[in-house]
């Protein structure tokens, strides 16, 4: 018996999460950025975006298959199989950066949509 169809999705950590890793609350994260002349709504408009592209990617991948996430920063030490379908979700770049570590595998990028003014 072989193992089900493997997706999985590949993305950054927002620059909300780091903040907040780095500053601990939401409070103390608004007044670094205030002190910076930037929003936090800015950051969590962002994050929220990518939060939902990455629930709406994971939803459109079928029910049986296995699926797995993975960080960008933790690619240098993921094992990829020969059949794994790679979907990278974020930012321009992430998808040739990423590609240094895949041997063969199918790649699919979902970026950002732009607005236009």
């Keep these: 018996m072989s193992l089900a169809q493997r997706a999985l999705l590949v993305h950054r950590r927002t620059e909300l999460d780091e ?3 780095r500053h601990a609350t939401r409070a103390q994260a608004a007044f670094f950025l205030a002190s910076r002349g930037r929003r936090i709504e800015d950051l969590e408009a962002r994050h929220q975006a990518v939060t939902s592209a990455i629930a709406t990617v994971s939803s459109a991948i ?3 298959w ?3 996430s993975i960080e960008r920063a933790n690619l ?3 094992s990829f199989e020969p059949g794994d379908i ?3 979700v974020g930012q321009d770049g992430l998808v ?3 590609a240094k570590y895949l ?3 199918i790649v ?3 970026g950002r949509r732009r607005r236009r003014a």
């Design 19 to 21: 903040l907040l890793d």
């Design 62 to 64: 079928p029910a049986d």
């Design 66 to 68: 296995r699926r797995g």
């Design 76 to 78: 240098p030490q993921f």
């Design 86 to 88: 790679v979907v990278a």
């Design 96 to 98: 040739a950066n990423l």
């Design 103 to 105: 041997d063969g595998q």
């Design 108 to 110: 699919i990028g979902i």
